[in-house]
């Protein structure tokens, strides 16, 4: 079975861009939740979608949004890019039929702001 | 304000060791927790988990332990191995937050042979 796929691996942007990263959970989940991962704050949680709605939401300015299709799979974005926004952006995914279940995470795309 | 610690930053130990990794969280409204170990280049990989109805859970060479009294969790691993070398973070599920995991700091783990 496949595991949670993110692309791509890398990117590099320069301030004011705005970008998409991709990701395609493990087959038969339906809930995937968007991580960010830097060196000062560590991992922070974004967004979590489930059947095409976000059902939950982190601290995060609306630069940060996120869709997630029919099939599961799900993009998130962040426009007007800072060079802050440099991290690691790590996408998980899980069954979705309830509360509290086991993530299991992609490689994540390393994203780069110059 | 939520949030998941770990005491120690980095844990240096020989190989064949038991390996004891401590995080503190602070939501006693918690009733899920999570070991991830990251291994560079990569995501977080599950380890372990437990629910806040036990105190302990074991795997292979791996042991979970929860005190609720304290809000305390701890990672041991038996026998500790070179590949054991990696970044590990504990995690929370906040109830009612659906798939919302609060992240510690991380600890990383250093095996000498």
């Given at each position: 079975?496949?595991?949670?796929?993110?692309?791509?691996?890398?990117?590099?942007?320069?301030?004011?861009?705005?970008?998409t990263?991709?990701c395609?959970?493990?087959?038969?989940?339906?809930?995937?939740?968007?991580?960010?991962?830097?060196?000062?704050?560590?991992?922070?949680?974004?967004f979590e979608?489930?059947?095409?709605?976000?059902?939950?939401?982190g601290?995060?300015?609306?630069?940060?949004?996120g869709?997630?299709?029919?099939?599961?799979?799900?993009?998130?974005?962040?426009?007007?890019?800072e060079l802050?926004d440099?991290?690691?952006?790590?996408c998980?995914?899980?069954?979705?039929t309830?509360?509290?279940?086991?993530?299991?995470f992609?490689s994540?795309?390393?994203?780069?702001?110059? | 304000?939520?949030?998941?610690?770990?005491?120690?930053p980095?844990?240096?130990?020989?190989?064949?060791?038991n390996s004891?990794?401590?995080?503190?969280?602070s939501?006693?409204?918690?009733?899920?927790f999570?070991?991830?170990k990251?291994?560079?280049?990569?995501?977080?990989?599950?380890?372990?988990?437990i629910?806040?109805n036990?105190?302990?859970?074991?795997?292979?060479?791996?042991?979970?332990?929860?005190?609720?009294?304290?809000?305390?969790?701890?990672?041991?691993i038996?026998?500790?191995?070179?590949?054991d070398?990696?970044?590990?973070?504990?995690?929370?599920?906040?109830?009612?937050g659906?798939?919302?995991l609060?992240?510690?700091?991380?600890?990383?783990?250093?095996?000498?042979?």
């Open positions: 079975k496949a595991g949670v796929t993110q692309t791509p691996r890398y990117l590099i942007k320069t301030r004011g861009q705005q970008v990263l991709s395609s959970p493990i087959s038969g989940h339906r809930s995937v939740s968007w991580y960010q991962q830097t060196p000062g704050q560590g991992l922070q949680f974004l979608y489930f059947s095409e709605t976000q059902r939950n939401k601290n995060f300015p609306g630069r940060f949004s869709r997630q299709f029919s099939n599961s799979r799900s993009e998130m974005n962040v426009s007007t890019l802050g440099s991290a690691l952006y790590l998980a995914s899980s069954l979705g309830g509360n509290n279940e086991k993530l299991f992609g994540g795309t390393q994203l780069s702001v110059l | 304000g939520e949030s998941v610690g770990l005491h120690l980095t844990l240096s130990v020989q190989e064949g060791d004891i990794i401590n995080c503190a969280y939501n006693s409204a918690s009733d899920y999570i070991w991830y990251q291994e560079s280049g990569k995501g977080p990989q599950f380890i372990i988990d629910r806040s036990m105190d302990k859970r074991q795997g292979q060479r791996v042991t979970v332990l929860l005190n609720k009294t304290v809000k305390h969790l701890s990672l041991q038996a026998a500790t191995q070179p590949g070398s990696a970044v590990y973070f504990c995690a929370e599920f906040v109830s009612g659906y798939n919302k609060i992240f510690g700091a991380g600890t990383r783990l250093a095996v000498h042979p």
